[in-house]
């Protein structure tokens, strides 16, 4: 780990490279942005085995969470890139003659990225590609919980792009701890509430600007669906955003299911059906499921279920191997909600089934909790999308699907309350790393001379007839033919 | 009922919680989304500035001593074209904002809607306690001695001084919140009208004011607001934002800075001048955010600006300014105190080449013009905040933008100049919230401009759409349908699917049929 001082004199040498100018121009960011589409076409091999070693994921998964996405992303910067740079024209309202209006983005200077341990290499060079197209200088601190990931950023990052604006810092909390102390010029962090809290308070002895992206418990609401594709495809879907990404262990992952409890024994039956066609007889084997990070996390998914009511709503699986780190797809029905499990975000394969009354309960039942991340609900009926839509609150809104909205470029990605602050992804990462400066370019040919004191009625009474744009009241002013009158 | 009995008891965190649960019980009934609502209080705003002008006036005078059309009409018209734009746009900004979608979610349609953040804190700074904004008109006089036709063509510009209070309650009413209003306690006459205005004109039900000071402003910061707006300095910008760390509550800051303003030779000086002292002297006394806070000009120039600022400073305010009815006075004794030891510190105290007098009875400072302070006095070193106008000299005018870029990002910076290579460089190389090229401090009036800082100066903006998208949530929602599933995207994960997906990933048709076809 550095000194403190040694990382002072790193920021402040990244601070100076920018300051001189080196990463404004479009050229520069270009560069940037194909050397990272470089590293993820000839490091692929590299980063599937990473992600193998420190989540025992699939490269099948690893692209297509991941390297795939990422590929989309900096192809979809690079060919706006132009467009995200250029000044925009501000409308002035009437005709004002010799005057311009525009807002300028600027690069904001010197920005952090904490990452996530889950998607290390998404979570991490998702914003890179933003910070790197608004032009700033950027210090990544991976989440040292996927150690491999980190060690392989910290390896490659240096080779494809300009090692005086990109800095890779590992380490773990204490690192941390230092880094959010530095004055930045942006912080994007993704990551836990309570830390979250923790990096605004320190963003805010510098009066930093934060984007925060933190989690929650994205329900998913199940409506009766009236044919039996809608249903095989929306029970895929569950399963597949809640075991087949990181094995539950992602912010956007489906937490529970709300389900009306007449239909709850065909959604179960075809659950099971179907994580056995999904993830086989052996998903440890097959990899169609990756594994629990690391032995902490492990725990605490394992005494979510000791907890003997939340065990004996077990209808699914269960299993655990805590040698090679890896819970099988459990499914519990109605587990009590006053448990830890259905308190805190689960962020692992175990899928709580909430039954209802009636599905529109469901609008009440998430908002008695707090603002999650996303928020799914798989329903032909209309009525019931515009409730979602208008009653509950949410980063995201998905119909009939889940966690497809993080592919979309032209969506925000963030959250709202407890689930965070800002957003991200497409325009909108360039946008959170820069700064829309306003810029007005007057002429010296028109002024008015009643625009300066000394003050007057006569000044006055034309002013209130300006502001009415009482053209001929200013007329008759000026020519005398009006009395000034008082307020 | 409205605003708080601070006679009967005090505003205590205990009041504050219970504040702010009712008003989350007002919002959770959805009484403030509607359109109905928001256009109904917006237009509440309008006639409480129609039918209660004289009274902010009033408050106005007694607290800050603003001349009559200094205030009045620019904070009352500025708050009314607020409200005016925001009740003409409104139906628009509320509507979803349909985005294209790609092959990667093929079949899918998505928007993007706003929707309120749900209750708000909003805290204000005292020197432009009613509005903020302003528009001004340009007029080309043919000529006023005859009497001719003259062509006014209205702006947008205007002299900002508007109540800082209520612009961004323009906004946060226009986004469907509940909003709490905690006007500054050193501007206490306005604060106590805004208190008694907004009760009367106001849905009382969402709508609130509470007035008082550090132990007020305290109880509220504890409390877990949806978007806490504050504007004021950075130090209170700190704590505010720390509070907000506590319960992730997201926050705009407007803080201030020193403006500079460039002045290059070659340019009408006169008119120049004229709004700079507008733009400064002209606005609560130098007591503005935006104001011009120092001047930078070559060695060459410095003598000749020196002259026509007294000049136009006298045709302005007379030859005994402290005199004049056109210049606010200091808002309180402490801020009076802070003013009077950047003039009369040492290094500085020689330096003064126009005005210098002060009278503690009236906390009446005249204009000042200080020429060449050094960089390391005092009054280079805060945000001026007062009638003071230090000018550095520099040999050559670029060596300018080294001295703006060696401090903190101001909230606005300006240049006066026909040099066309010297403004592209000033617009592309100096950060501040805002720039303004040939005059100052009006891209404040401007809707479409978004008006906030960088850096020290501040997180954040707002004004026009802005305000409205500053108090607002922009949600994602994605459409999807049944049909054409992906199956590719589940497991069992295969080579055949992994090489679909990356056709898929890469938008290419060609790749596509390719993988389809087990060819690639």
Redesign the interface.
């Given at each position: 780990m550095e000194t403190p001082g040694d990382l002072e004199v790193q920021l402040e040498g990244m601070r100076e490279y920018y300051?001189n100018?080196n990463t404004r121009g479009a050229s520069w960011r270009k560069s940037q942005l194909r050397g990272l589409c470089r590293l993820l076409k000839e490091r692929e091999a590299e980063m599937n085995a990473a992600l193998e070693c420190d989540l025992g994921k699939?490269?099948?998964?690893s692209?297509?969470d991941e390297i795939?996405?990422l590929?989309?992303s900096v192809?979809y910067a690079l060919g706006c890139l132009k467009g995200w740079m250029s000044a925009e024209k501000?409308?002035?309202?009437?005709?004002?003659?010799l005057?311009t209006?525009e807002?300028?983005p600027?690069p904001?200077?010197l920005v952090l990225i904490i990452s996530s341990w889950n998607f290390p290499f998404g979570l991490s060079l998702e914003p890179l590609i933003g910070a790197l197209a608004a032009g700033n200088v950027v210090v990544l601190k991976p989440s040292e919980v996927a150690p491999r990931c980190s060690s392989l950023l910290a390896d490659v990052l240096p080779a494809y792009l300009d090692p005086k604006a990109v800095k890779v810092v590992e380490g773990g909390p204490a690192v941390s701890e230092q880094l959010i102390q530095q004055k930045w010029?942006k912080i994007l962090f993704t990551g836990s509430?309570r830390v979250?809290?923790m990096v605004?308070?320190a963003?805010?002895?510098h009066?930093t600007?934060v984007t925060?992206e933190?989690g929650g418990k994205c329900p998913a609401v199940l409506d009766s669906?009236s044919n039996s594709?809608?249903r095989k495809?929306?029970v895929?879907?569950i399963?597949?955003s809640k075991f087949?990404a990181c094995a539950g262990q992602a912010c956007i992952a489906i937490d529970y299911v709300l389900v009306e409890t007449k239909f709850s024994s065909t959604l179960l039956e075809l659950m099971k059906v179907w994580i056995g066609k999904?993830?086989?007889e052996n998903?440890r084997e097959?990899?169609?499921?990756a594994r629990i990070v690391n032995k902490n996390h492990f725990s605490r998914l394992k005494t979510l279920l000791e907890d003997p009511n939340v065990k004996a709503s077990i209808v699914y699986g269960g299993s655990m191997d805590e040698n090679s780190l890896f819970i099988e797809p459990t499914i519990l029905l109605d587990p009590p909600l006053e448990s830890d499990l259905m308190q805190d975000e689960i962020f692992g394969p175990l899928l709580p089934i909430i039954t209802l009354k009636k599905i529109e309960d469901s609008i009440n039942f998430i908002n008695s909790r707090p603002k999650p991340l996303a928020i799914y609900a798989f329903t032909h009926n209309d009525s019931l999308?515009k409730r979602m839509?208008?009653e509950t609150?949410?980063?995201?809104?998905?119909?009939?699907?889940a966690m497809?909205?993080y592919?979309?470029?032209?969506?925000?990605?963030g959250g709202?309350?407890?689930s965070?602050?800002?957003?991200y992804h497409g325009k909108f990462s360039f946008d959170t790393f820069s700064?829309?400066?306003?810029?007005?370019?007057?002429?010296?040919l028109?002024?008015?001379?009643f625009?300066?004191?000394?003050?007057n009625d006569h000044?006055?009474q034309l002013?209130?007839s300006?502001?009415l744009?009482d053209?001929l009241g200013?007329?008759l002013t000026?020519?005398?033919l009006r009395k000034s009158k008082q307020? | 009922m409205a605003g708080e009995d601070k006679k009967q008891q005090p505003f205590d965190s205990k009041a504050a919680s219970s504040l702010v649960a009712e008003l989350r019980g007002a919002f959770a009934s959805g009484t403030t989304?509607s359109y109905q609502w928001r256009e109904s209080q917006l237009r509440g705003l309008l006639r409480m500035t129609d039918e209660h002008?004289?009274d902010i006036?009033a408050a106005l005078r007694s607290d800050l001593g603003k001349?009559?059309?200094?205030s009045?009409?620019y904070e009352a018209?500025m708050l009314?074209?607020s409200c005016k734009f925001a009740l003409k746009e409104l139906q628009r900004w509320m509507m979803p904002e349909k985005?294209?979608?790609?092959l990667?979610?093929f079949p899918?349609s998505?928007e993007?809607?706003s929707?309120p953040?749900?209750v708000v804190l909003i805290i204000s700074a005292w020197n432009y306690p009613y509005c903020m904004r302003h528009?001004?008109?340009?007029?080309?006089?043919v000529s006023?001695a005859s009497?001719t036709?003259?062509f006014?063509?209205?702006?947008?510009?205007l002299?900002y001084l508007s109540v800082l209070s209520l612009d961004p309650v323009v906004g946060a009413i226009a986004a469907g919140n509940a909003v709490v209003l905690k006007p500054s306690e050193i501007a206490p006459a306005t604060s106590a009208l805004l208190a008694k205005l907004l009760g009367e004109y106001m849905d009382s039900s969402s709508i609130r004011v509470v007035e008082g000071a550090v132990p007020e402003t305290t109880a509220l910061l504890e409390q877990k607001w949806?978007k806490i707006f504050y504007t004021g300095n950075?130090r209170v910008?700190?704590i505010v934002?720390?509070a907000?760390?506590?319960h992730?509550t997201?926050v705009v800051?407007e803080?201030g800075g020193k403006s500079p303003v460039v002045v290059d030779s070659g340019?009408?000086l006169q008119?120049?001048c004229?709004?700079i002292?507008?733009g400064k002297w002209?606005n609560n006394n130098g007591q503005a955010c935006i104001a011009s806070d120092y001047i930078i000009t070559t060695k060459d120039l410095a003598p000749k600006l020196v002259d026509v600022l007294k000049n136009e400073l006298e045709?302005?305010?007379?030859k005994n300014p402290l005199e004049?009815?056109?210049l606010s006075r200091i808002v309180n004794s402490n801020h009076f105190t802070r003013l009077t030891k950047l003039l009369d510190e040492d290094k500085v105290s020689k330096k003064v080449v126009y005005g210098g007098e002060r009278d503690p009875t009236k906390l009446q400072i005249a204009p000042t013009i200080l020429l060449d302070v050094p960089r390391d006095s005092l009054i280079m070193n805060e945000e001026i905040f007062g009638p003071l106008l230090p000018i550095l000299t520099v040999d050559k005018l670029e060596e300018s933008f080294d001295i703006i870029?060696s401090g903190a990002k101001p909230l606005a910076a300006y240049i006066f100049t026909?040099d066309k290579k010297l403004?592209e460089h000033f617009?592309?190389?100096v950060?501040?919230?805002?720039?303004?090229?040939?005059?100052t401090t009006?891209?404040l009036a401007?809707?479409?401009?978004?008006?906030g800082g960088?850096?020290?100066s501040?997180?954040?903006?707002y004004h026009g759409k802005f305000s409205f998208d500053a108090f607002s949530?922009?949600?994602?929602?994605?459409?999807?349908?049944?049909m054409g599933?992906a199956?590719i995207?589940?497991?069992?994960?295969?080579n055949g699917?992994?090489r679909l997906?990356?056709a898929l990933?890469?938008?290419s048709i060609l790749g596509i049929l390719r993988a389809l076809f087990g060819r690639s």
């Open positions: 300051r100018g699939h490269p099948v998964e692209y297509r795939g996405s590929i989309k192809n501000a409308r002035l309202p009437l005709a004002a003659a005057t209006a807002i300028i600027e904001l200077g010029d509430a979250g809290r605004m308070a963003a805010a002895n009066l600007p925060l933190l669906l594709w809608a495809v929306a895929q879907r399963l597949g087949s999904m993830l086989g998903p097959s990899r169609s499921m999308r839509v208008a609150s949410s980063g995201s809104v998905t119909f009939n699907d497809i909205q592919m979309a470029d032209t969506l925000p990605f709202i309350g407890e965070g602050m800002g957003n700064h829309h400066k306003a810029v007005l370019r007057r002429s010296f028109v002024d008015f001379w625009r300066f004191p000394p003050w000044k006055l002013f209130r300006m502001y744009f053209y200013v007329l000026v020519l005398g307020g | 989304r002008e004289q006036t001349p009559e059309l200094e009045v009409l018209a009314r074209n985005v294209k979608t790609s990667t979610t899918s998505a993007i809607v929707e953040l749900g528009f001004s008109f340009f007029i080309f006089p006023f009497f036709i003259l006014v063509v209205p702006t947008f510009f002299h949806d950075g910008g700190q934002m720390a907000a760390a506590k992730l997201p800051l803080l340019i009408n008119i120049a004229r709004r002292i507008v002209g045709t302005f305010y007379g004049s009815k056109d870029k026909n403004k617009v592309n190389n950060s501040a919230g805002g720039l303004v090229v040939n005059d009006v891209h401007v809707h479409t401009l978004p008006f960088v850096g020290e501040g997180i954040g903006a949530h922009k949600k994602a929602v994605v459409y999807r349908s049944f599933d199956a995207r589940y497991p069992p994960y295969t699917k992994l997906m990356k990933l890469g938008g």
